[in-house]
Structure formats: C-alpha cells, structure tokens
C-alpha cells in the first residue's frame, strides 16, 4: 500500500528555536497533504491542510506564522513549527491524500514527537 | 465538531469477532464512512471505507445501515494487535477528517 513517512521521528529541541518537519510521499504523487497534532490521550486535530503549489488552508485557531506549511513537490510537505515553546510540544502527524476505489483517501506517517524544554 | 459518535471503549476476546459500532445521524447524501485505527504512539491506519453498501477487505468488513446514519465494523476474528483506538470518520468531498475520540479497543487473551 501507499507510505507516507515522517523525518525526523522524535526531536528535542530548546525554546525559542524553530522545527522542521518533513513529510513525504514514498510511492506515489500527493497534491495534497494534511497535517494534524495530537496531545497526550487526546485526539488528532486537524491543524492545516497543504496543497502543492499554493498556500496552506489553516484550521481555525492555528497561527500561520507560527505553523509554516511549505508543500513545494508533489512528494514533499514541510511543517516548520517557529519559535517553539514548551506548548508546543505533541506528537505531529501527516497525511497524504489518494485514490482509493470509489473515492479517496488519506495514508498517514509514522508521526514526528517534538519535545520543547 | 466530530459527526459520529462512538463508544469510548470495548473488550473483545481474542479469536472472537470484534463489532464497533458508530452513529452519524447526521451524514448527508455524498459523504463516505472512513475507518482508522491508531496504535499506541503511531500514526492512524487506514482499515476501509464505505458510502452506502456493505463493504470487506483482507482487513474488516462495514456494514452500514440502510438509512446510512450508523455503520459497524467488524474484525472478523480479533487478535492481541488488534488492540487500538478504532476511529469512524464522516468526509465529504474535501476529504477533511474531524476526529472524534474512538473507541478504545481492547483484545483479551
């Protein structure tokens, strides 16, 4: 089946100091990616969906200067999470969008743990 | 606001069927029945999805009712990795997934 992947896996990094996020598709063409966050024992929440080629759709109450979505390949979505802070710290999660029989579908990555001391 | 509504946990004896219910009494005409489930610490997995016929693959089987406003899945013979956070999901068109908290599957030697 189709795989997303996640780069890095887990990061620690100080506060105050910004994130990138890659994620990728590995087998197949994604116009469209989405990004979520989820808090311990909490549900994924949609954060922004990134389509290539254009700006990023953010979800109401996601700052965009903070979560700067960059979706530059049909491959390749960036979420680089700026100035981080402690707050900050969850586990992100990609998706990328594919056909799939009668309609559509999303393939998840693996997720990205950031922890922001 | 999530579209479903599903139990917040359920045991299943291994080797026995697993049947996860979910309400969208709300779904409207052009939207899809999505299944995921999560294990701990790893991104959601894709099971199967259906718009109004009953569905199978290698994985589950989805059967959704005739007026489409519940649907069930069913893990024909459950094992201990089955053990996850199993999430309905309602998309139309956009494909956007708003979660709703899932239910908590637990498999049982």
């Known amino acids: 089946g189709a795989v997303v992947s996640q780069h890095p896996s887990w990061v620690i990094c100080k506060s105050g100091t910004s994130v990138k996020i890659e994620c990728r598709s590995l087998?197949?063409?994604?116009?469209?990616m989405f990004w979520y966050r989820q808090f311990p024992k909490q549900s994924l929440m949609l954060m922004a969906t990134?389509?290539?080629?254009?700006?990023?759709?953010?979800e109401q109450g996601v700052e965009k200067d903070k979560f700067l979505i960059n979706h530059a390949s049909l491959t390749l979505s960036t979420l680089t999470v700026t100035s981080a802070h402690p707050e900050d710290s969850s586990f992100y999660i990609c998706?990328?969008?594919?056909?799939?029989?009668?309609?559509?579908?999303?393939?998840f990555g693996p997720g990205t743990r950031l922890l922001v001391l | 606001d999530a579209k479903t509504t599903q139990p917040t946990s359920m045991d299943c004896a291994e080797g026995r069927a697993a049947n996860l219910p979910c309400n969208h009494s709300?779904?409207?005409?052009?939207?899809?029945v999505y299944w995921y489930r999560q294990i701990h610490s790893q991104g959601p997995q894709y099971i199967i999805h259906?718009?109004?016929n009953n569905e199978t693959n290698e994985m589950a089987s989805l059967i959704i009712t005739e007026d489409r406003k519940s649907s069930t899945l069913i893990l024909p013979h459950a094992t201990l990795r089955d053990t996850a956070v199993y999430y309905c999901?309602?998309?139309?068109?956009?494909?956007?997934?708003?979660f709703g908290t899932g239910t908590r599957l637990k498999v049982l030697a």
């Open positions: 998706s990328a969008r594919i056909p799939i029989g009668s309609g559509e579908t999303q393939y």
């Open positions: 087998d197949f063409q994604a116009t469209t």
């Open positions: 709300t779904i409207s005409g052009n939207e899809y």
């Open positions: 259906g718009l109004k």
């Open positions: 990134s389509n290539e080629g254009s700006k990023a759709t953010y």
């Open positions: 999901i309602v998309t139309s068109g956009t494909y956007k997934y708003i």
